[in-house]
């Protein structure tokens, strides 16, 4: 058994560390003009999405990534009605967030469309919230986008690349504050904020811009694992101004939602705030 | 960059997914009478000690593993004087064990003295623990070793490999029991159960076959991630026959180990037994 073979993919990280996967089929490969983007139909993993050279999506993780980056604000939030996703053109947020019967439009800013049109074509399942008439598809630089918004939404879910190549401006003070004002108030944000322990210096970066951005106590990181990932613990942070949202009540979820879902549930949410030994002196420090 | 080159090794998980790293030396390379032993100098890892083709320790992730082994337990049972690692030749749990100033024995039975003469050369900082003299190391099959004991522990770590070759008998129901006849009244025993999202069937049937041994509620499977282990997402099961150890109120850790711990801290001890959805299910079927 080797994995020389070409019938293997790997994402090789910092030169350093890779994760591979053997593949029966490469079902697509195409440059965007944003990005090189390849889809793989897999044994392990199901099918795979690799922007770049990295893994976005798999059938067989990638509920966790949607999941924890859609529910606990859509909890902690409560009854949201206008919903913005910036990035997440695969559609997976957007499929988590319309589960919600109380949401009332969901708007997807993605700056690739051919991201959004290989998703509809490979991923159906994943992508499948698209097809729901209260998303509006907005072919925009997110960066740009957020600013014409104040006091307008009632949650904006960063779901981000890497902060490299389009991804970048994302991970950028002027772009927090942006999606600051974009929120009404008693709104939250949630930004995919990388590895605390593979992409450390990108992680506490951002942590702390968002608590410099949306006040100290208002950012709040939160973990899970998403073994495709470079380092798998995978972080999130959720910010609001109005609160601190890692002590707010949580609604109860829509009944519906607690057995439908695969990761998320009221103990995955509040658990996911204990922060780990290490990432707290990294954050302290 | 490619990783086809000889200054990577790979660790192939059921033949469909890898987990590689580059290395800037091979240190040590050899057969024991149990398995093979290598250990690697990297970049990204530190050291990394491979047993079978298998990573078992690695200087950059494994205080999670051995942390969230040991101090569960010893946090639940409070004041343990005595304490069994069964397995763990690289001395990790062991090391984490000593911690403990209450702590009078620490006996570590281990099957292959080769791991252990490794790991004391290679891993001094995570085998550190082996030097104290509360410290007993027995050359057994723990699952023989087991059997001599009635009510005598008040800790129990089964420190395993994954269940093919030395490692197998560690996931069978006699073993299970006799773990449990070896514990006093109060005590506990934790076995690591493998990761539920690559290797689902192995953790289900550890789990069941712990909480048929130990008893209904008295078995509870809980979480860490470990990047380096196939799945990331890594199972560990606390057992005590005299209450359930997911609820039991932990007693407050030893100033100095607050500080000086990496992972472990008591919002993560109760973080770690909340189960994502796709866990509950599997543990419900």
Redesign the interface.
């Known amino acids: ?1 080797s ?2 073979s070409d019938q ?1 993919f ?1 994402e ?1 990280f ?9 593949f029966s089929k490469k079902l697509y490969e195409s440059k965007s003009h944003f990005q090189n983007i390849e889809v793989y139909e ?4 199901g099918r795979v999405l690799i922007l770049d050279g990295c893994f976005m999506v798999t059938e ?2 990638s ?2 990534y949607h999941e924890m980056l859609v529910h606990p604000a859509m909890a902690t939030v409560g009854n949201a009605k206008k919903v913005l996703v910036i990035g997440g053109g695969d559609g997976g947020a957007v499929t988590e967030v319309v589960k919600y019967p109380d949401v009332e439009s969901c708007t997807l800013c993605e700056i690739d469309p051919m991201v959004v049109e290989v998703c509809r074509e490979f991923f159906p399942h994943v992508s499948s919230g698209l097809n729901d008439p209260r998303v509006t598809f907005v072919n925009e630089d997110g960066a740009r986008f957020i600013q014409q918004f104040k006091g307008e939404f009632d949650v904006v879910l960063v779901d981000s690349t890497d902060p490299v190549g389009p991804g970048e401006v994302l991970f950028q003070e002027p772009f927090y504050l942006a999606v600051k004002e974009s929120l009404r108030r008693g709104g939250a944000a949630v930004f995919q904020t990388e590895s605390p ?2 992409m450390r210096d990108v992680f506490v970066k951002a942590v702390k811009g968002l608590d410099g951005t949306f006040g100290r106590d208002h950012a709040k990181p939160f ?1 899970a ?3 495709s990932y470079p ?3 995978w972080s999130f942070t959720l910010c609001s101004e109005a609160f601190d949202p890692a002590h707010q009540k949580t609604r109860t979820l829509p009944p519906h939602l607690s057995t439908n ?5 009221p ?2 949410h ?9 990432v ?2 990294m954050l302290a420090g």
């Open positions: 058994m994995i020389k293997w790997s090789i910092g030169g350093t560390t890779a994760f591979s996967f053997l897999t044994p392990a993993l067989a993780d509920f966790i322990l593979f973990l694992t998403i073994p380092g798998a613990l879902l695969n990761y998320y549930n103990e995955i509040f658990s996911a705030f204990a922060l780990p030994q290490f707290r002196k």
